[in-house]
């Protein structure tokens, strides 16, 4: 298993270890069901943010209710595996929770990254993340990138079947 991915048991003790190192942590979430280039240039920015990125990605359950029936098109593993093949990702962790506000308050990041399809009013975990002074911030380029316009630019080429 990649050593960036790091089981959900072991977030708190992470989030402390590294705030004794000084080091500020930046959380950003997603199903990244489908990578492409919105979601690097969102986890690149988010990066930025900080001196360590921890990424949540939506366990199967968790983006099937979000999503629809018929996602995810990858399992939770393969996407965490992509995720933290990424550069500017220092550490992965699955969650089956509909929002990120459980993993927020183990991690207690610095900064909360989230993308610009996003506004630091419409952030689910933004009260969440007040309650121990992190901040919000909104990253990434303009939302022209999603898998669901992926996959429907698929099916319109390639049919169905």
């Excluded at 550490?91 to 610009?116: M, N, R, W, Y």
């Amino acid at each position: 298993m990649n050593s960036k991915i790091v089981q959900r048991s072991e977030l708190r003790a992470l989030g402390e270890r590294l705030r004794a190192q000084g080091r500020r942590i930046v959380f950003a979430n997603g199903c990244f069901d489908l990578l492409h280039v919105g979601h690097v240039r969102y986890l690149e920015a988010a990066r930025r943010e900080g001196d360590v990125l921890c990424v949540g990605i939506n366990g199967d359950e968790s983006v099937r209710a979000l999503k629809g029936p018929c996602r995810p098109l990858l399992p939770s593993g393969a996407r965490a595996e992509m995720v933290a093949a990424l550069a500017a990702v220092d550490f992965v962790v699955i969650f089956d929770e509909p929002t990120a506000e459980s993993v927020l308050s183990e991690l207690q990041p610095d900064v909360h990254a989230k993308g610009t399809d996003y506004t630091k009013a419409t952030v689910p975990e933004r009260s969440v993340v007040g309650r121990w002074g992190g901040r919000i911030a909104i990253t990434g380029d303009p939302k022209r990138h999603s898998t669901r316009d992926l996959l429907e630019e698929i099916r319109r080429r390639f049919g169905r079947d």
